[in-house]
């Protein structure tokens, strides 16, 4: 390691000298070309590093009492690992089992590196975490200097990844006692491949609103998202979560504010103390759809929305009916009608209770959801969009890169385990069936017949 590090700073020298004198001499460099060139040669010392490492670990490993007695050396094999440096390539040994028919590179296994592993964890985790905020391809070019990933093999990393709960963050030490707790919803719409559309679910529940830098922000705010076919599995995880990080009793209201979907409706049967409030863009959305063809009665459909004066909206609505040339714009004043009665409690709930606020939910929306999965012309498949729109909530919640990898190996242990389990039961039953069929083969009558069948084959193979 001496050598490796006295030729590195050999190497630095002689180029800072270099740059030093080119800067001096000439207007042709600066200190970007200085940077990008110790950035490179740093890159290689950590390759060197790298390989410099796995390879005295395994002569340890080699040299070890513990190897000597349980494991016999087969052959030294070269692999290849995709570090943040760039591409190590290195030699380990391959060790047989003195006991059994096991064969294990010792020194991959003692550093954690899987028998297939072409990434290492931690630049997996990278990819993963850049992949929230870019295109896969764009992850694949900027992820390691001098060396493209292609943007298959970052999404195999996303698929690898599989579906992170969205309760994944929620780590309650003691639970919370509050007056009141709100929660917004809504619904981003996404291209898939096969031409029709996603339709991604989006909820965050929070503790109101404050003040931070002249700036509203939402209190201990906590989002899920994801793909839904059943609304209920989205609201039990929503009731999971309050239940587990607030004390339910001390809750005076909860309030459920969005644009009137039956999906969010449903959140009222799920969660008591619960009441709806209706979204004021999407209501303002319907007022303007009515009112596009007689600007004049817009402000008196208002007056009539804020007084909560259900006959004068009645009137209003009659009167744009009366106006509207085309049926297509009967039809549409007809649909902002029944939005707004259908949605009355929501309007009535928002004027009347002092403490119901605005919903954000639309931006949230923008911020969370399309700005990575609807803003650009994508084509999504429906995993990938659940798994995206999971793995964005997962970084609004608070999720870094560190998460990530935790994760990553957490999964990576488990599936160690389950393949484990899975080769000790296969032993098992082998050993049961071999028990099976050990009694004396002239008392088999498959064995005992002239003609050798199938049967005859599978049984002789198990004696």
Request: proline residues 2%; hydrophobic residues 35%.
């Given at each position: 390691?001496?050598?490796?590090?006295?030729?590195?700073?050999?190497?630095?020298?002689?180029?800072?000298?270099?740059?030093?004198?080119?800067?001096?001499?000439?207007?042709?460099?600066?200190?970007?070309?200085?940077?990008?060139?110790?950035?490179?040669?740093?890159?290689?010392?950590?390759?060197?590093?790298?390989?410099?490492?796995?390879?005295?670990?395994?002569?340890?490993?080699?040299?070890?009492?513990?190897?000597?007695?349980?494991?016999?050396?087969?052959?030294?094999?070269?692999?290849?690992?995709?570090?943040?440096?760039?591409?190590?390539?290195?030699?380990?040994?391959?060790?047989?089992?003195?006991?059994?028919?096991?064969?294990?590179?010792?020194?991959?296994?003692?550093?954690?590196?899987?028998?297939?592993?072409?990434?290492?964890?931690?630049?997996?985790?990278?990819?993963?975490?850049?992949?929230i905020d870019k295109s896969y391809a764009k992850v694949g070019e900027e992820?390691?200097?001098?060396?493209?990933?292609?943007?298959?093999?970052?999404?195999?990393?996303?698929?690898?990844?599989?579906?992170?709960?969205?309760?994944?963050?929620?780590?309650?030490?003691?639970?919370?006692?509050?007056?009141?707790?709100?929660?917004?919803?809504?619904?981003?719409?996404?291209?898939?491949?096969?031409?029709?559309?996603?339709?991604?679910?989006?909820?965050?529940?929070?503790?109101?609103?404050?003040?931070?830098?002249?700036?509203?922000?939402?209190?201990?705010?906590?989002?899920?998202?994801?793909?839904?076919?059943?609304?209920?599995?989205?609201?039990?995880?929503?009731?999971?979560?309050?239940?587990?990080?607030?004390?339910?009793?001390?809750?005076?209201?909860?309030?459920?504010?969005?644009?009137?979907?039956?999906?969010?409706?449903?959140?009222?049967?799920?969660?008591?103390?619960?009441?709806?409030?209706?979204?004021?863009?999407?209501?303002?959305?319907?007022?303007?759809?009515?009112?596009?063809?007689?600007?004049?009665?817009?402000?008196?459909?208002?007056?009539?929305?804020?007084?909560?004066?259900?006959?004068?909206?009645?009137?209003?609505?009659?009167?744009?009916?009366?106006?509207?040339?085309?049926?297509?714009?009967?039809?549409?004043?007809?649909?902002?009608?029944?939005?707004?009665?259908?949605?009355?409690?929501?309007?009535?709930?928002?004027?009347?209770?002092?403490?119901?606020?605005?919903?954000?939910?639309?931006?949230?929306?923008?911020?969370?959801?399309?700005?990575?999965?609807?803003?650009?012309?994508?084509?999504?498949?429906?995993?990938?969009?659940?798994?995206?729109?999971?793995?964005?909530?997962?970084?609004?919640?608070?999720?870094?890169?560190?998460?990530?990898?935790?994760?990553?190996?957490?999964?990576?242990?488990?599936?160690?385990?389950?393949?484990?389990?899975?080769?000790?039961?296969?032993?098992?039953?082998?050993?049961?069936?071999?028990?099976?069929?050990?009694?004396?083969?002239?008392?088999?009558?498959?064995?005992?017949?002239?003609?050798?069948?199938?049967?005859?084959?599978?049984?002789?193979?198990?004696?």
């Amino acid at each position: 390691m001496d050598t490796i590090i006295q030729q590195f700073g050999e190497k630095i020298k002689d180029n800072s000298e270099e740059f030093l004198k080119n800067i001096l001499l000439s207007d042709k460099e600066d200190i970007s070309d200085f940077i990008n060139t110790l950035r490179k040669d740093f890159d290689e010392l950590g390759k060197e590093l790298c390989k410099y490492i796995i390879e005295v670990i395994d002569e340890v490993i080699k040299e070890s009492p513990e190897r000597k007695k349980n494991w016999k050396i087969v052959r030294k094999k070269k692999r290849k690992l995709i570090t943040e440096f760039g591409e190590v390539e290195f030699e380990r040994r391959y060790y047989k089992s003195k006991f059994n028919k096991e064969y294990e590179h010792l020194a991959d296994k003692k550093l954690g590196i899987d028998k297939y592993q072409r990434i290492d964890t931690g630049l997996e985790a990278k990819i993963v975490d850049l992949s929230i905020d870019k295109s896969y391809a764009k992850v694949g070019e900027e992820v390691v200097n001098n060396l493209t990933i292609t943007g298959q093999t970052v999404m195999n990393k996303i698929r690898k990844l599989g579906k992170i709960e969205n309760d994944k963050l929620s780590n309650p030490k003691a639970k919370r006692k509050i007056d009141y707790l709100y929660i917004e919803a809504d619904e981003d719409h996404v291209s898939l491949q096969n031409g029709k559309n996603a339709v991604p679910r989006l909820v965050y529940v929070h503790e109101g609103i404050i003040k931070e830098n002249g700036r509203n922000k939402l209190k201990n705010s906590y989002s899920f998202s994801g793909m839904y076919n059943k609304s209920e599995d989205l609201w039990l995880e929503i009731m999971d979560y309050i239940e587990d990080n607030y004390d339910f009793d001390s809750i005076k209201q909860i309030y459920i504010a969005g644009d009137g979907a039956l999906w969010i409706k449903e959140g009222l049967k799920w969660l008591p103390k619960s009441k709806q409030i209706l979204d004021r863009y999407h209501l303002n959305k319907y007022v303007l759809r009515a009112t596009g063809h007689a600007q004049k009665l817009r402000f008196d459909l208002w007056q009539g929305i804020n007084n909560l004066d259900k006959v004068q909206i009645k009137e209003i609505f009659s009167e744009l009916i009366s106006q509207a040339e085309k049926e297509s714009k009967k039809k549409a004043i007809r649909q902002s009608r029944s939005y707004i009665y259908n949605n009355w409690a929501g309007i009535v709930n928002y004027y009347k209770d002092e403490n119901a606020i605005g919903c954000s939910a639309e931006g949230h929306v923008s911020h969370i959801l399309s700005d990575r999965l609807s803003s650009r012309p994508m084509g999504w498949s429906e995993v990938g969009v659940d798994q995206m729109a999971r793995l964005r909530s997962f970084k609004f919640n608070g999720g870094t890169e560190y998460e990530l990898k935790e994760i990553i190996l957490e999964k990576a242990r488990k599936e160690q385990k389950e393949e484990k389990i899975v080769k000790i039961e296969s032993k098992v039953v082998k050993n049961n069936l071999k028990k099976k069929f050990a009694e004396p083969s002239n008392n088999i009558p498959s064995i005992n017949k002239g003609v050798r069948t199938g049967l005859f084959k599978a049984v002789k193979s198990l004696l």
